[in-house]
Each structure stands twice: as C-alpha cells, then as structure tokens.
C-alpha cells in the first residue's frame, strides 16, 4: 500500500477507558501497513476544511458530541461529492465506542449503522464469521475472546460479517455498509489493551483498512 493520511480519533468523557494507554496500541498496529496514522482527541479535525487531508476515519471514541459543522464536514467527507474538484470520499471505520459516541447526531449513528444500547458483563464470546469470502475477513476464522458484547439498535441496512449467540439471538459483531460514495465498517470489540491485541481483532481491523483504501 502506498502511504495513506488516517486519522485516529479518540478519548472519552468518561473514566472507563485509559486513552493514553490503548491509543498507542491502535496506532502502533496501523502504522505496519504504511499509513501515516495521526491520533487526536478533538473533533474539530471533522470540520470540512480539516479532514480533506485524511483517507480514512477510525473512531475509537466514548461519549463526546458533535457540532453541526463537526457532523456535517464528517458525513459529507465519508459521503462523498464527485461534482466537486477537490473533495474525496473518506472511509470510515468505528470501533467498539463508536456506537455510544456522539448520541446528539441522529445522522451519524445512521452513517455507522447502530447505536449502543446495554453490555453484557466482561465474558468470553464465540465469534463466527459468517462471511469469510469478505476482504474484511480475509484470513479470519470463528474465534474466541474476552470482550464486552456491545448490544445495539441498528440502523440497517448493512452487512453482517460475524455474530455472536447472546440469550439466543445473532448478535452482529462486524458489518459493513455503504454510506453515500463511502465505506463503513463498525467492530464492535475492542474492550481494553488485550482485545486490542487479539490477532483477530488486529486482523480484521487491518483489513477493513486495506478494503477501504485498495478500493
């Protein structure tokens, strides 16, 4: 891959979560395939004339809330415009907090796909992938890990790549979706540094980035 400008947006508004700590590991993991990864907790870089330098949006954020200027210069860059010169079509890709982020946008929880509804206690879940002839999937088989099950109100449609059996419905754990010209893909793992680790989350996050930028 050639190298491509991501942003990694992060933090929280809440005390759950060490940034300083897990940040580090996202960054440190997408650097390996040649992107020029910049970290930021500060959602001004949404605003139309600052995310044009950027290829890709991960969203790995708790809480926050969007300005309608911040919604509308992220939806339009991952939405796309071909009647204007200078715009491109960003990809977007939200981890884990992404769907109890920025709750103030009705928009943007339509853009990723769900919005976070309750979690199950820390346990160990059984991840069956269901569509491995996805990029998104590529190399990845059914696996285990210790995580929160993020439960969501999903705004479908979207694709459902991986699921895990909760008190007896499909929950879906990876999806894709189109959004305007863009990309989506939401990964509702992602708890803590050893989730962050886990060779399938780091794969599965990897190629979700290659899917995005090889388009």
Known sequence: MRDFQLLLMGGADNTYHNF???????SGFLETIELD???????????PDR???FDLIVCYTFGHTLSPDQEEGLLGAVRGDPWHESARTKGFIGIHGAACS?????????MLGGKFLVHP???????????????????????????????????TPFETLAVCDYEGFLRPVVWVKPYGLGKVVYLSLGHGARQLKHEAFQ????????WILEA
């Open 20 to 26: 300083d700590r897990l940040l580090p590991i996202l």
């Open 37 to 47: 990864v910049t970290v930021s907790d500060d959602p001004d870089l949404f605003l």
């Open 51 to 53: 995310i044009e330098g």
């Open 102 to 110: 920025f709750l103030n946008s009705e928009a943007y929880l339509r």
């Open 121 to 155: 206690p820390l346990e160990t879940l059984d991840v069956e992938i269901i569509h491995p002839e996805h990029a998104v999937m590529h190399d990845v088989c059914d696996f285990s890990i210790k995580d929160e099950l993020y439960v969501v109100e999903p705004y």
């Open 203 to 210: 794969d599965i996050l990897l190629n979700a980035a290659r």
